[in-house]
Nanobody
Framework: QVQLLESGGGLVQAGGSLRLSCAAS????????MGWYRQALGKQRELVAT???????VYADSVKGRFAISRDNAKNTVYLQMNNLKPEDTAVYYC???????WGQGTQVTVSS
């Protein structure tokens, strides 16, 4: 059974940066697609970015050019570098593992204006 441990959330001012990390254990990491999703208060969970085992990436239009997803297969970890953060990026960010997706516990990101 896979376990996901997320870290790196917090409070930051608009224009600032954060890096989220998600460490996976319990199942082979390198062969699985990984992703980051977010859920703002009162809204549905939405895609932020995904990365395949081969390194192909997909981004939501709202974060293109500001966020970057990457993975380190040696560390079984996926990252989300978030730059130029905006108040509308405020949400709980969830790591996902494989398909069907297994979810992490979520980490809060709050961007103040």
């Amino acid at each position: 059974q896979v376990q996901l441990l997320e870290s790196g959330g917090g409070l930051v001012q608009a224009g600032g940066s954060l890096r989220l990390s998600c460490a996976a254990s319990g199942r082979p990491f390198s062969s699985n697609v990984m992703g980051w999703y977010r859920q703002a208060l009162g809204k549905q969970r939405e895609l932020v970015a995904t990365i395949t085992s081969g390194g192909s990436t997909v981004y939501a239009d709202s974060v293109k050019g500001r966020f970057a997803i990457s993975r380190d297969n040696a560390k079984n970890t996926v990252y989300l570098q978030m730059n130029n953060l905006k108040p509308e990026d405020t949400a709980v960010y969830y790591c996902s593992f494989g398909l069907p997706r297994v979810w992490g516990q979520g980490t809060q990101v709050t961007v103040s204006s």
